[in-house]
Each structure stands twice: as structure tokens, then as C-alpha cells.
């Protein structure tokens, strides 16, 4: 993967697979963990626009109002979890992160 992605080469002596212990030392798990868990909200969040489809201007605007009127003008007014079933009418699914991360087959 680095060989395709990165802009500099690795160095053949390069052992960055075996040093990549910052996550599970020194406390940084937790934190990457809250970054993935937005990453979900936000996928999961966009993932209702997807559903309401993107080319349908009124169902989006739609949508628009819903996000606005429950995530946005709740924002720490209630736990984030009730928020975010308001928005949604749901938990929160780790699917549209996966999908939109090319881990799953698009839905036809």
C-alpha cells in the first residue's frame, strides 16, 4: 500500500507495520477510538441524504431541515446518542462507514 500511496518511498529497511504501537501505548486508544465513532455519526448522518436520495432537491431539503432541527439546534442540549436517534429514528450503523470506505459491496 505505501508503495502506492505514499509520496516518498519507503525505505527498504522501513519497519513502520512493526513499530505502530502508539494506538495500544501511551493512551492514545481511546482517542482513535472517538475519532473512528465520529467517523461512524458522520457516514451514518450522510447516509440519510444517500437514503432520501441525492437527486431529489425537496427530499434533501428535507432532510436538510431534519439534521438542522435535531443535531444542529440540539447540539449538547441532550446526550448525543438521543440526538442522533432523533435524527435518525435509529442507533447509529457502522454499514455507511464501511460502504463509504469501499469495505462493503454498494447497495444496487
Known amino acids: 500500500i ?7 518511498k519507503p525505505l527498504p529497511t522501513d519497519r513502520f507495520l512493526c513499530s505502530f504501537s502508539h494506538i495500544f501505548a501511551g ?10 465513532w465520529a467517523e461512524v ?5 450522510f447516509s440519510a441524504f444517500e437514503d432520501a436520495g441525492l437527486e431529489d432537491d425537496a427530499k434533501i431539503a428535507s432532510t436538510g431541515v431534519r ?8 447540539g449538547g442540549g441532550k446526550a ?8 435518525r429514528g435509529r442507533d447509529p450503523s457502522t454499514e ?3 460502504r ?5 459491496a454498494a447497495s444496487a
Open 27 to 36: 493512551g492514545y486508544a481511546a482517542g482513535y477510538y472517538s475519532y473512528k
Open 67 to 74: 439534521f438542522r432541527d435535531t443535531v444542529l439546534a440540539l
Open 2 to 8: 505505501a508503495e502506492k500511496t505514499m509520496i516518498l
Open 100 to 104: 463509504h470506505s469501499g469495505l462493503t
Open 41 to 45: 455519526l458522520s457516514a451514518d448522518a
Open 96 to 98: 455507511p462507514l464501511l
Open 80 to 87: 448525543p446518542e438521543l440526538v442522533f436517534k432523533e435524527f
